[in-house]
Structure formats: structure tokens, C-alpha cells
T-cell receptor, first 111, second 111 residues
Framework: QKEVEQDPGPLSVPEGAIVSLNCTYSNSAFQYFMWYRQYSRKGPELLMYTYSSGNKEDGRFTAQVDKSSKYISLFIRDSQPSDSATYLCAMSGTNDYKLSFGAGTTVTVRA | DADVTQTPRNRITKTGKRIMLECSQTKGHDRMYWYRQDPGLGLRLIYYSFDVKDINKGEISDGYSVSRQAQAKFSLSLESAIPNQTALYFC??????????FGSGTQLSVL
């Protein structure tokens, strides 16, 4: 079993829809949770960063962490074609030297 | 100019050849990483370095070696390339464990 599970999709939605992405994990020591966005033939870039449980909002993006269920989510409101990308979840523990990544979910927002 | 620069962007090589992928950064970060990305497997850590004199193996270091020539330069070598090393390779830097800054990647094909 992978340490971080993420449905690879692909996910296709119409412009303006809400995009819902999620990851589950097995390591209860994870404290830092991130979402990276990766455009085609580009490197991933950090989109959202959350420490421990709770919600974080940044414009159209909301990240949620439920440590009791070992489940994290990313919501994109009013999705735009420019949101078409692969979204990777990532997480780490307090003293980890590396991030554990999900496989990534490919999202296409249709105009 | 990009903060993290990888060269080459694309490389095709033959089985058994030695090749080097190069990475340079202008972010002033001490920590540098090499990842490979394969479809369905996400990002996996090959090697990482927390300063010029510190080199550490990641989860998939077999068949690879690295050199940290300076704070800003970190190169990855494949001593004798094999077809299953065909992948997208990323260099990354950070000043924390969590927030990585990636280059644009090198697409490597081993025939």
C-alpha cells in the first residue's frame, strides 16, 4: 500500500464548476500538507500549504485537512481553463527529510 | 530568468551510456534535491543534499550518483543508463522541508 493515495483521474469539468480533489494517507506522523500544481512540461509549483488540521483559503482555492480520517482535500471554485493542470498532494512529518507525494490528478477545465 | 535551471531539457541516449543532468539555482537555498516522475507513481526522491558537504540517498538511488559542486549547483549522473530510467527528472531547492521550488525538468529517454 502506498503511503499517499491519490486518484489519478483524469477529471474533466466545465468552466465555472467546483473542482474537488483529495488524497488519503497512512502515516499518522504527517503534520505538513501541501498541494502542488504542475502544468504540462513544467515543474510542480506550491499552491497551498497547511500545517496540521483545519481549513485554509486562498482566493478560489480551499485546502482542508482531516487528520482523524487521514484525508486531505483541495477545492477550486469557479474553475477556469487556466486551472487545467495536474495537482499533486504532498505531506511530511516534523522531522522528515523528504516529502511524500501522491501520484497526481490531471484536471481539465473545458471552456 | 528561472530560479532553478535544468539542462538539458530533453535527452535521448542509448543503453549503457553515461549521462549527466545539471541543475543550478539562484534562490540561495542550501537544500537541493533530485526527483524522478513516472506516470502513476508520482515524484520519487533520488538524492538530496542539505549543504555542499552533505549528500544523502533517497528512496531510489540505485544506478544514480550526484555531485554538489557548489551551493548553487547539483548534478545527477546515470553511470550506465538503462531503459527503465526513462522518466522526467526534476531538480528542486528549498530552505525548509516542506516548500520545494522545482526546475522545469529534463525528459530523458533511454533506448
Amino acid at each position: 500500500q502506498k503511503e499517499v493515495e491519490q486518484d489519478p483521474g483524469p477529471l474533466s469539468v466545465p468552466e465555472g464548476a467546483i473542482v474537488s480533489l483529495n488524497c488519503t494517507y497512512s502515516n499518522s506522523a504527517f503534520q505538513y500538507f501541501m498541494w502542488y500544481r504542475q502544468y504540462s512540461r513544467k515543474g510542480p509549483e506550491l499552491l497551498m500549504y497547511t500545517y496540521s488540521s483545519g481549513n485554509k483559503e486562498d482566493g478560489r482555492f480551499t485546502a482542508q485537512v482531516d487528520k482523524s480520517s487521514k484525508y486531505i482535500s483541495l477545492f477550486i471554485r469557479d474553475s477556469q481553463p487556466s486551472d487545467s493542470a495536474t495537482y499533486l498532494c504532498a505531506m511530511s512529518g516534523t522531522n522528515d527529510y523528504k516529502l511524500s507525494f501522491g501520484a497526481g490528478t490531471t484536471v481539465t477545465v473545458r471552456a | 530568468d528561472a530560479d532553478v535551471t535544468q539542462t538539458p531539457r530533453n535527452r535521448i541516449t542509448k543503453t549503457g551510456k553515461r549521462i549527466m543532468l545539471e541543475c543550478s539555482q539562484t534562490k540561495g537555498h542550501d537544500r537541493m534535491y533530485w526527483y524522478r516522475q513516472d506516470p502513476g507513481l508520482g515524484l520519487r526522491l533520488i538524492y538530496y543534499s542539505f549543504d555542499v558537504k552533505d549528500i544523502n540517498k533517497g528512496e531510489i538511488s540505485d544506478g544514480y550518483s550526484v555531485s554538489r559542486q557548489a551551493q548553487a549547483k547539483f548534478s545527477l549522473s546515470l553511470e550506465s543508463a538503462i531503459p527503465n530510467q526513462t522518466a522526467l527528472y526534476f531538480c528542486a531547492t528549498s530552505d525548509t522541508n516542506e516548500k520545494l521550488f522545482f526546475g522545469s525538468g529534463t525528459q530523458l529517454s533511454v533506448l
